[in-house]
């Protein structure tokens, strides 16, 4: 079965400066995806950023990136700039390309930015 | 409206009875899901239908739960005999058809917040 682990249950980083969020997973699969969720107090959950494991090349959207370590089993989110907007859980998730449609996601880690 | 759109978003109710919730996705979005989270805690799949396809049910935690899609539009997640375990917020999501390669995104609803007292 596969499984998302996120360590942190909370992160807190000064406004401007760069944090970096943990997360890890296992599958068997060998073609997947990988995403970044935002939830904010609205509950809505809001596509942060999305890896194909079939590239190599890290995604980037604007001041997000991920750390995507295959081997490794490894996804971290780097969030540069910080802004009190980005304030919010964030949810790593997993889904296979080819099956079943379900999201399988972490635990989540609570960010909290610093004025 | 442009979102997927949930109600009620809050609901109380006793232990025992029995509660509707439903779930209007985005117009043309033939993929619907639902979730719950518990407090603390990651989305939990729970159902997913596409088109006429037969629900992938595999994560219904027990016979008491059970959903409905009605037109291959609006679902309705049915919960019976409420237990106080299964306050949550229940989260619908709806997508575009699934296809080989490429993802089509899954966009969220705001949830119903479930309190069993």
């Known amino acids: 079965a596969q499984t998302v682990t996120q360590s942190q249950p909370e992160m807190s980083v000064q406004e401007a400066e760069t944090v970096t969020l943990s997360c890890t997973y296992d599958?068997?699969?060998?073609?997947?995806?990988l995403f970044w969720y935002k939830q904010p107090p609205s509950r809505q959950m809001i596509l942060v950023i999305r890896?194909?494991?079939?590239?190599?090349q890290n995604a980037t959207e604007n001041r997000f990136s991920v750390n995507f370590q295959k081997a490794a089993k490894s996804f971290s989110l780097k969030i540069s700039d910080s802004q009190l907007g980005d304030a919010a859980m964030y949810f790593c998730a997993y889904r296979v390309i080819q099956g079943a449609q379900k999201l399988v996601f972490g635990q989540g880690t609570r960010l909290t930015i610093n004025p | 409206g442009a979102g997927v759109s949930q109600s009620p978003s809050n609901k109380v109710t006793e232990k025992g009875k029995d509660v509707e919730l439903r779930c209007d996705p985005i117009s043309g979005h033939t993929a619907l899901y639902w979730y719950r989270q518990s407090l603390g805690q990651g989305l939990e799949f729970l159902i997913y239908f596409q088109g006429n396809s037969a629900p992938d049910k595999s994560g219904l935690p027990s016979d008491r739960f059970s959903a409905e899609r009605t037109g291959g539009s609006v679902s309705t997640l049915t919960i019976q005999r409420t237990q106080q375990e299964d306050s949550a917020v229940y989260l619908c999501a709806s997508s575009l058809a699934p296809r080989d390669r490429g993802d089509q995104p899954q966009h969220f609803g705001d949830g119903t917040r479930l309190s069993i007292l």
């Open positions: 890896q194909e494991a079939y590239k190599q």
């Open positions: 599958t068997s699969e060998s073609d997947y995806y």
